[in-house]
């Protein structure tokens, strides 16, 4: 009886080991990041994803460099099924350098507040960031660099280039806010999306 016991008990605990591997199989697998279709599933809220402190990384697989960025727009450009985001970049900034020298780049989504916090504080001009934030750097099928532990990264294909001037100012709001501005009028980036992936 005891001997029975115990064997039932021991393949009870056996179950249960093997149970919680394959949880955590699981949760690595739910974990990975999953290609969507923007233009079907994108489930933020276009008018404020932009505030939740997102980060840009241009480059290729020899350089890059990202930045967190607060403005933008996701909808659509040039057609209905061409699922389009807006950045803008100032001049001042490292990543300008980038945004101009190669034509993709991608947005990023943290969980981590750390990493959008480090991204806005520093340049990329006095060290790598990446590497400070022990943040790894992967490539989708055409080179762009992106972060592995992004819970959301959106690969765009620069459409159109707009550098702003003073001229292009229609009312006061914006040449109030560049008012003192040192890094100068942004240049706006219109990404066609070809890739997009979600945790």
Known sequence: MK????????????????EK????????????LKAFDVQKEFQKNGFNWFTENLILCSGDTTESNAMTIGWGGIGN???????????????????WEFMEKHPRFTIMQFDDPQVWQYMGRHSGRDGDKAAALGLHVAYTEHGTPYYEEASLVIECETMTVWHQT?????????KEWYDGFEAGIHTVYVGEVIGAWKR
């Not at 001997?3 to 093997?18: E, N, Q, R, S, Y």
């Not at 591997?21 to 990975?32: F, I």
């Open 166 to 174: 003073e001229q292009d100012f229609r009312n006061n709001t914006p």
């Open 21 to 32: 591997q394959q949880n955590e199989t699981t949760m690595e697998k739910s974990n990975e």
């Open 77 to 95: 450009y040039l057609g209905h099924d061409r699922p389009a985001v807006t950045v803008y970049v100032a001049p001042g900034r490292y990543t």
């Open 3 to 18: 001997k029975t016991v115990l064997i039932i008990l021991c393949a009870a605990l056996m179950g249960c080991g093997h």
